[in-house]
């Protein structure tokens, strides 16, 4: 023991550090390791329970995407009938307008066709007309009288019907 206290050191002093060391020990165990290892509990269960809502989150994401793809999918699909159901409706109301067309086409023409027919005919009555009257007027002129009108009317009638195309 003398030399430990050569050393500076006294027994006593170093039982009384012990046994405040002690007293700190306990009074730390009793009032302090207790809430501490309480708080450390409740954020493991707290951690464990936010890393387990992390992955149900994470699970009903990815379903979520998963739906959502298979929506848009759908979507897509029926986005493409839509449009091929849109263009046979335009190709059929295409048809549709060209065969009206054609029925107005057709109808035109045959009415341009009887309007010429009839302008024809008014026409050839109109010219035969003005040449009787033509030839009349030379027929009269060369026989001076000396023939009467109705017999050269008649002559010439009878010989337009016999020369006629």
Known sequence: MESLARLGI?????????VNFGVIVLLLAKFFTKP???M?????????DNINSAEK????????????????????VQVEEEMKKFHQEIDQRRREAEAEIDLRK???LEDIQKVM?????NLQASV??????????MVLHIVHNKVPSAVI???TQEAWKLYKR
């Open 128 to 137: 035969q007309k003005e040449l009787m009257a033509l030839v009349e007027k």
């Open 106 to 108: 057709a109808k035109m």
């Open 36 to 38: 501490v290892l309480a």
């Open 57 to 76: 989150l994470k699970e009903e994401l990815m379903k979520q995407r998963e739906k959502m793809e298979k929506e848009k999918e759908d979507l897509r």
């Open 40 to 48: 450390i509990e409740n954020r493991k269960k707290m951690i464990s």
């Open 10 to 18: 006294d027994l006593s002093s170093m039982l009384l550090y012990a």
């Open 117 to 121: 027919n009839d302008e024809k005919v």
């Open 153 to 155: 009317e008649e002559s």
